[in-house]
């Protein structure tokens, strides 16, 4: 699957070893090194997915990817020094779709866009639109509407909302969400999915601490409502 790719990333050796392996992959690669760059270039260049470095000058890649999340549903992978659960869990709740922690292999980072591009550009085989009340998913043209309301959704929000609405009712433990939505990446954090959740609720509730539609079973999981309330 080709696609346009942004690297931001203010290491020119890194960022050059980035776009080597993405281009074998196929894909159209730009990079720029610095925030504004990378805002700037997304504007003009519509990328289908950011590979974005958090540590940027001009302007950092978390306020990169607030920014972006805002504008676009882009796919947006982070590349971040900073391995510790709540440093990462702060680029989720910005809309991050998926982060990578230095040192990484280019072999991984490539699996981790292949991963997020297959989930951003769902396969049209399926057309039937799920509906729960007033929810509406249509998986083939990766949408969700809410009230008849589209609703913008990162890739991982969708593959976890598709998860939950393969089997309304049925409770879904956080690693049965992990191995749906999160796919060959078995070293996802559960919180990383409660973060997701939170973002999740925020966009389709219409009040996310008392949820019709995906709803906590404390001590197991969570599920798609049958009938929403």
Excluded: W
């Amino acid at each position: 699957m080709s696609a346009r790719v942004l690297i931001a990333e203010d290491d020119p050796k890194q960022a050059h070893l980035l776009r080597v392996y993405l281009e074998r992959e196929g894909h159209s690669v730009q990079v720029v090194g610095d925030g504004l760059a990378a805002l700037e270039r997304c504007r003009a260049y519509r990328p289908d997915l950011v590979v974005l470095d958090v540590m940027m000058p001009t302007l950092g890649g978390l306020d990169v990817c607030r920014i972006l999340r805002a504008e676009s549903d882009v796919a947006i992978l982070l590349l971040t020094a900073r391995s510790t659960e709540d440093d990462i869990l702060v680029g989720l709740d910005l809309g991050a779709d998926d982060y990578v922690t230095k040192p990484f292999s280019p072999r991984q980072l490539a699996a981790r866009v292949r991963a997020l591009l297959r989930r951003a550009r769902p396969g049209t085989a399926k057309e039937e639109i799920l509906r729960v009340g007033d929810l509406e998913i249509d998986e083939g043209r990766f949408e969700v509407r809410v009230g008849g309301r589209l609703v913008a959704l990162t890739a991982k929000e969708f593959g976890i909302l598709a998860a939950l609405a393969a089997a309304p009712g049925r409770v879904f433990s956080r690693a049965q969400i992990i191995d749906r939505a999160f796919g060959f990446d078995n070293h996802v954090e559960e919180r990383t999915v409660d973060a997701h959740v939170m973002n999740l609720r925020r966009k389709i509730e219409d009040d996310p601490a008392e949820a019709r539609y995906v709803q906590t079973v404390y001590g197991r999981g969570y599920r798609l409502a049958e009938q929403p309330a």
